[in-house]
C-alpha cells in the first residue's frame, strides 16, 4: 500500500547511509546536470533580440504602441460618427424643407 514514515528520524539513520550521502552534496544538483531547458535558456538568453527581430515578435512597447493607436483611432471614430449623426440631421432637415417649398410651389 503505502510507505510507513517513522517519526524517529534517527532510527535506521547510519554513518555510510546513502541519504547521508546524499545530504551533503553542496550546491544543488539541478545546477550540476545539464538539461535540454537549461540550454534553451542559454540559447534564448544570447540571442533573444535576434530572435525577436527574426520571427516577427511582438514585445511590450510594441503593444503599448498599439494600444495608444487604438485609443486614438477610436477617439477619431466617435468623433466621425458624431458628425455623421450631426450631417444626417442636416440633410434630413434640408429634405424637409424642400418638399415643402416642392408642394408650396
Not at 10 to 21: A, E, P
Not at 83 to 100: H, P, Q
Request: glycine share 2%.
Amino acid at each position: 500500500m503505502y510507505p510507513v514514515i517513522n517519526q524517529n528520524l534517527n532510527q535506521n539513520v547510519t554513518k555510510d547511509s546513502f541519504w547521508d550521502q546524499f545530504s551533503h552534496i553542496p550546491g544543488t544538483i539541478e545546477s550540476r546536470i545539464p538539461t535540454f531547458d537549461k540550454s534553451l535558456d542559454v540559447y534564448f538568453d544570447q540571442n533573444f533580440a535576434a530572435i525577436i527581430e527574426e520571427w516577427d515578435l511582438v514585445t511590450d512597447s510594441d503593444l503599448h504602441k498599439l494600444e495608444n493607436r487604438l485609443a486614438t483611432v477610436s477617439d477619431e471614430i466617435s468623433g466621425l460618427y458624431a458628425g455623421k449623426m450631426t450631417i444626417e440631421t442636416r440633410a434630413k432637415t434640408l429634405d424637409d424643407v424642400i418638399s415643402s417649398l416642392e408642394k408650396s410651389l
